[in-house]
């Protein structure tokens, strides 16, 4: 990626941020942030080997899907790689599906890359970075970082340990050689431990396991039921997913004479 390139993906990341609800040095509430910018967030437990996260273009929505199977600090990078898309690449193309080779780093697409540095930068700005290694770590320089110090980061950024030790030699805060040794002492400790070491957020290390539906996926699925598009089984099934049952949504309903009327498609308006 050529150095104009990430100059200006930086500067969109900081346009992003400043829009954002930050912390001492990281986002609060990125999920909160997105839904209040406008995006529909959808975030659903959909399974470990299933896909991390997507985006695309609903007629005049943009919906962002992540998949909260996974450890909430990959699901944040996930949600953060996808408002990377959004903001690079969503005047052009109309939908990303994104898996653990794309958001692991191993993608050889030039999209991917420039997501996955618009999240770095989103997540863990250098300046902001900087500001805390001075402020947080003073002396590191000299003595080095911990598997501790990491976790600090992890917390404050909300970020993973390799998310933090990526950032950390792509800024150049740190060599292949100490993040080896890092890696080692992360292996030998467990992050879940460490980050109880410092008080951080032990919830970084763990799927959050959410479910966050838009509401007008329950209005759509009530106007078609409503309007004889879906049995009352189908309007059962998609209520369930948003964790609802029949009784929830009764004041809405509107009685069939024939319960067991089955379409063949469904009315796609709310």
């Known amino acids: 990626m050529q150095e104009c390139r990430k100059r200006d993906i930086r500067r969109e990341a900081d346009s992003f941020r400043k829009r954002c609800g930050v912390g001492h040095y990281g986002i609060s509430n990125l999920f909160r942030d997105c839904e209040s910018l406008g995006y529909k967030l959808l975030r659903y437990p959909l399974g470990e080997s299933a896909d991390l996260g997507f985006v695309l273009k609903r007629d005049n929505d943009t919906v962002i899907f992540t998949n909260s199977c996974s450890r909430l600090s990959r699901e944040l990078f996930t ?49 902001e970075v900087e500001k805390f290694l001075d402020l947080q770590l003073p002396g590191f320089n000299e003595k080095g970082l911990s598997a501790m110090d990491i976790a600090r980061l992890m917390s404050e950024f909300n970020v993973s340990f390799d998310m933090a030790l990526n950032r950390l030699e792509n800024l150049g805060k740190i060599d292949s050689k100490e993040r080896l040794r890092l890696d080692d002492e992360r292996n030998e400790r467990r992050v879940g431990n460490l980050l109880k070491s410092v008080v951080g957020n032990s919830r970084l290390n763990l799927p959050s396991m959410d479910i966050e539906i838009p509401h007008e996926y329950v209005d759509c699925v009530i106007y078609n039921y409503n309007h004889n598009a879906i049995p009352r089984e189908t309007l059962g099934r998609a209520l369930a997913y948003c964790q609802l049952v029949w009784e929830d949504v009764s004041d809405r309903l509107v009685e069939h004479a024939d319960e067991d009327k089955d379409s063949e498609s469904a009315i796609g308006d709310s």
């Open 79 to 127: 949600l953060a790689h996808e408002i990377g898309h959004i903001v690079l690449h969503m005047d052009k193309d109309k939908q990303f599906v994104d898996d653990n080779m794309t958001l692991s780093g191993g993608h050889s697409d030039e999209k991917e890359q420039e997501a996955n540095y618009f999240a770095a930068c989103l997540l863990m700005p250098d300046d």
